[in-house]
Each structure stands twice: as structure tokens, then as C-alpha cells.
């Protein structure tokens, strides 16, 4: 059964697009923050964040983290979410020590892939290790599965394991990555079959993939990711204006199938989010 509403994540800068390459897309604290509100203000519920350093390269740097992740809870009230993968040069002890500052969730990949002329690495011990890690700090995995082998990998982790932190099993299918799942309904279909019972999910269609995945999620009852993050095209010809451009689409068609944007308190209850407002300072996120 679909959900009676949608959670809507925004993506809003990843690791792989340079500024100059699209001008709009946020690399600032600043800019990071002004067009997390707008999205927040669109629909978006989470956040999932990659940083940028003061040349606007992508970085782990754990004081930037620390410092993005208390400026968005006094901010906004999305829920924020890590990325744990950076860029695909990044290495493992730095991938872990994102949980330090201490984020309501994170990203967890269950597996490697090829990643258009890279390798995104994510082997099995470090999947273990990086999800021991997010239980014991109470923080929240998003398991982002690329491609059908990384939906058995998730099934094997949790059974090994145990649940998450929250106890709830939320998912994010990545797809239309050169060396991944094709962005396609059909392979959304046989990815969501295969995931555990009772999980949610969200999906992300890179690129022109993106309305398609879009509209093949909401049909089989899941949820949204969109963002600069994964496209940078509006529609054919037409640059994205910025981050919430996408929201507002995003929320435009989850409205059309009668499944509107999820309300914050209900996105945290959904995820077992922590109210982590008293660690980190004046955040709005109300508890669950």
C-alpha cells in the first residue's frame, strides 16, 4: 500500500559538478543554506549533504561538517543527512569519521560499482563497519542501492546485524549511474521486489532519468530524491534554476497522485529520527 504521503529528500550539491559548470548549484555554507530553506519551504523534508572547501573542491573535512550540519538545524528543521560516500577518491577512515558530527541520518551504499570511469568502493567490511558505527551513535542509515546486487547486500547486512537505529528500514535507489541500475521502470520494479519487508524507499533518477524514476516511485509507492546533486536540466534545453525548482516539481506531482509532500513530524516519525536539538543547539526540529 502507497504511503499517504511523500517524503521529498533534496540532493542539492554532490561531488561531482563543478560551480562553473552550473552556477546555481550551492558550494557556500551561505549558498548551501538559503536554498535549503527555499526547498524546505517547497515540500523537502531531508536534506542529503555533500560540502564543498573554500576552492569549492569536494571535502570530509569534519569541522566544515560540524559546522554545516549545526547551521542548517538553526536554519531549517529538515532532517540532515551525511553523505558517508563523498567522492569516489575519498577514503574509508575519512567516509567514517562523517558520523562525528553527529548528523540525524547518513548515507550507507551496499556495495561497490562502477561509477561512469570510476569505482565507487564499498566493500563488505566496510559496510559492516560503517553500519556498526551508525548504531552506536543513534544515527540514521539511508542504504543507497545502485544497482539489483546491492538489494541482496542489504538483506544480508540487515540479517547479520540486526535493525538500524530507529528500527525502521529506509532505502534510496540510485538510478541511471553509468555502471548501474538503468533509470528505467522496469528496473525499479525488480529492485523494489526484492527489498525487505515493511522498508520504505526513495528513488533518484540521474540526469534525463529523472522523470521517469520520478513518476515509476510514486506509482509503486515510493518516495522522492531530487536535486542538483543528480540533475542539472530542468527539461530539454533548459538549465535548473536552482534546488528548489526541483522540489517544487517534486511536490507538483506527488500532490497530482494524491500523496502530498510529508510534513517534517511525520518524515522523522517515519525514519526514527533522534532529537538531537539538545546536542548540537537551537535546531527546529521537533521531537517524535
Not at 563523498?86 to 560499482?113: I, K, M
Not at 524507499?201 to 542538483?228: E, K, N
Request: charged share 20%.
Amino acid at each position: 500500500m502507497a504511503a499517504p504521503a511523500t517524503l521529498i529528500t533534496v540532493a542539492p550539491t554532490g561531488a561531482e559538478t563543478a560551480k562553473s559548470d552550473a552556477p546555481t548549484l550551492p558550494v557556500t555554507l551561505e549558498e548551501l543554506l538559503e536554498q535549503a530553506e527555499a526547498c524546505e519551504a517547497a515540500g523537502a523534508a531531508m536534506v542529503h549533504v555533500h560540502i564543498r572547501d573554500a576552492d569549492a573542491n569536494p571535502t570530509l573535512d569534519l569541522g566544515r561538517l560540524r559546522e554545516t550540519v549545526v547551521a542548517l538545524r538553526e536554519r531549517t528543521g529538515l532532517i540532515v543527512q551525511l553523505s558517508t560516500g563523498g567522492s569516489v577518491h575519498d577514503p574509508y577512515d575519512a567516509r567514517l569519521r562523517v558520523l562525528d558530527a553527529e548528523p540525524d541520518s547518513c548515507s550507507l551504499t551496499c556495495g561497490t560499482v562502477n561509477f561512469g570511469d570510476d569505482v565507487f568502493l564499498n566493500p563488505w567490511p566496510f559496510m559492516v563497519e560503517l553500519y556498526r558505527a551508525t548504531q552506536e551513535r543513534e544515527i540514521v542509515p539511508e542504504f543507497e542501492l545502485f544497482d539489483l546486487g546491492h538489494v541482496a547486500a542489504l538483506q544480508r547486512l540487515l540479517d547479520q546485524e540486526g535493525s538500524p537505529y530507529g528500527g525502521h528500514v529506509h532505502c534510496d535507489l540510485v538510478m541511471g549511474v553509468p555502471g548501474g541500475m538503468p533509470g528505467t521502470a522496469q528496473a525499479l520494479v525488480s529492485a523494489v521486489a526484492g527489498l525487505p519487508p515493511g522498508c520504505s524507499f526513495s528513488a533518484t533518477g540521474i540526469g534525463r532519468t529523472s522523470l521517469t524514476v520520478a513518476l515509476a516511485s510514486l506509482a509503486a509507492g515510493g518516495h522522492l530524491r531530487v536535486g542538483m546533486e543528480d540533475t542539472l536540466t530542468f527539461r530539454r534545453g533548459e538549465p535548473v534554476r536552482d534546488n528548489a525548482q526541483l522540489v517544487e516539481r517534486a511536490a507538483t506531482l506527488a500532490t497530482l497522485v494524491q500523496r502530498p509532500p510529508m510534513p517534517l513530524e511525520a518524515a522523522r516519525a517515519l525514519l526514527g529520527v533522534k532529537d538531537r536539538a539538545a546536542v548540537v543547539g537551537a535546531g527546529r526540529g521537533t521531537p517524535t
